[in-house]
């Protein structure tokens, strides 16, 4: 009796109940243990607990880092908040107007383990895409970052126009923005760049923003229109040979700075995100880590009782 | 003088009218600027395609607000100043800004026409009072706008006091060396844009 609950201590029988069956079978009557009734294996519950030991050192490990690395982009992305204003100002914001080719720019991660925010941006592209399906309407994504590709791949994957990933293997700045930008705007027909973005606010609020840059067409046409851009006739254009050129380069300028931002701040809201998503499953592991000790203590004191109440009764009928 | 004639005549009518406006438009004594509005058509039609998710925010919706156009024209020029990495100034009242457009330099005061100019390396000075602070701008963009608000967007700025001599006469002299022995068209203009460079840089800190 007391070799067979030596052998259930032990939980041989989970972890590898193939080769003892034979003795197993020769010293555990079937009926007086049937499995798992009186004891879960310690064994198990041990190994558990410290695997999610070692889960939730790894969560805390990268909250750290997200930390640290949120505090450096952070100020980044606060100081290139005044960039894209002046283009506000003057160009307006124009969600609505109408084009025929749509270019969806969605920026993304390229790491995941950062809560909601890709899917996010993914899921706001989708929609804006079905906003804009119309005869001779075209749209095409422009996809920044590894995460959004492999979801808008699945069900999209013709109108994926441009991909670019691994942004942030170095520090962002500018000038690669820049050339980033110009890639772009070389290599897609558009009439107007709908930018879609994660916008940082705390580290657990982020908003889903989209920004639109007209091209110099386009905004030439809603200028004389009158429409949202009524306000650009007004205005003296100083320099270049034509008002289109000027329109150009503009516009361009605007992509680049505009975008600029963007990859900040979806950068900044990827670290926010991580460092929540690694609080919080540093959390949850702290939660299993006690249930499973809990439980772990109960089994081994149930075990321990069992066997003295064995010895005791057995001493009993020794001396009875 | 002639930049700001249309503005004076629009002035001068405006002044007549003024009382008359702010009896009728104005029932509340705030003076604060109109709030953005939001694209209703826009979010109709997203409220259309997508009812569950929430419409995304717009660039205006984080705009900080601009001033109305005021009937009279401001002492100062309002000024915002930024650059990728920095606001440099923001919102700074100051008397009078001097931007090196590419049509050549441009004095820009209060009550200065609504203009679009793009910029050539240059000096930026800024005047405020006496004081005259001076920035070495690479290229970029100014709108000065109908409410004497100046946006200065520019790729690159230094003060013009952290400029080394030595090294933009290295650099210039470097660059002509580099001119000479060019071969290729690219290497030509490489040279070429060095040398506009670091001339413009040169002549920043001697004028």
């Known amino acids: 009796m007391a070799m067979a609950a030596a ?8 972890v590898s109940p193939q080769p003892i069956t034979a003795v197993r079978s020769s010293l555990i009557p079937e009926d007086h243990a049937p499995l798992g009734v009186r004891s879960i294996s310690t064994q198990v519950v041990r190994n558990r607990m410290k695997s999610v030991k070692n889960i939730q050192k790894i969560t805390k490990a990268m909250k750290m880092v997200a930390a640290s690395k949120l505090r450096l982009i952070q100020t980044r992305a606060e100081n290139s908040r005044g960039l894209w204003q002046p283009f506000t100002a003057l ?52 996809i920044l970052g590894e995460k959004a590709k492999a979801q808008l791949i699945r069900d999209s994957k013709k109108k994926i126009a441009i991909c670019m990933t691994e942004l942030q293997r170095n520090p962002l700045n500018y000038t690669q ?135 005791i009764s057995g001493a009993a009928a020794l001396e009875g | 003088m002639l930049r700001q004639a249309s503005r004076l005549l629009t002035r001068s009518i405006a002044t007549t009218q003024q009382p008359i406006r702010v009896m009728g438009a104005r029932p509340m004594s705030t003076n604060l600027p109109a709030t953005p509005v939001e694209d209703s058509a826009f979010l109709e039609s997203w409220k259309k395609v997508a009812p569950n998710i929430d419409p995304p925010k717009t660039p205006s919706a984080f705009m900080k607000p601009r001033p109305p156009t005021p009937s009279t024209i401001p002492s100062k020029i309002t000024v915002n100043f930024v650059l990728p990495y920095a606001s440099e100034l923001t919102s700074k009242e100051v008397d009078m800004v001097i931007i090196p457009a590419t049509t050549g330099q441009m004095g820009v005061l209060p009550g200065h026409v609504p203009t679009i100019a793009e910029l050539k390396p240059g000096v930026l000075s800024v005047h405020e009072g006496n004081d005259v602070k001076k920035y070495f701008l690479t290229s970029g963009f100014v709108f000065v706008h109908a409410n004497s608000v100046a946006d200065i967007v520019v790729v690159e700025a230094v003060p013009v006091d952290h400029i080394d001599q030595n090294l933009v006469q290295k650099g210039l002299a470097d660059f002509t060396q580099k001119l000479s022995s060019a071969t290729t068209e690219l290497e030509k203009a490489e040279a070429q844009i060095g040398i506009d460079v670091h001339s413009a840089l040169n002549s920043a800190l001697v004028g």
């Open chain 1, 7 to 14: 052998f259930r201590r032990e939980g041989r029988r989970f």
């Open chain 1, 91 to 142: 160009l307006g914001d124009a969600p609505s107007v109408d084009v025929k080719k749509n270019v969806i720019v969605t920026v993304s991660s390229d790491k995941g383990l950062c809560g909601g925010i890709n899917s996010t941006a993914v899921k706001i592209s989708r929609a804006f895409n079905k906003l804009t399906l119309g005869p001779e309407k075209e749209t095409k994504y422009v």
């Open chain 1, 177 to 311: 923005v820049s050339v980033l930008a110009d890639d772009i705007l070389k290599n897609v027909e558009y009439d107007a760049l709908r930018i879609v973005f994660n916008k940082f606010e705390s580290v657990v609020s982020f908003l889903p923003t989209m920004a639109t840059v007209l091209s110099p067409e386009v905004v030439e046409r809603e200028a004389e229109s009158g429409g949202r851009l009524g306000d650009l006739d007004s205005y003296e254009i100083e320099g270049g040979e034509t008002k289109g050129e000027i329109l150009q380069n503009l516009a361009e300028f605007q992509f680049s700075c505009v975008l600029f931002n963007a990859v900040m701040e979806s950068a900044c809201s990827e670290q926010g995100a991580r460092m929540s998503a690694m609080d919080s499953s540093s959390r949850n592991a702290g939660d299993m880590l006690d249930r499973l000790t809990l439980t772990y203590n109960r089994t081994r004191q149930a075990s321990i009782t069992t066997e003295l109440t064995e010895i």
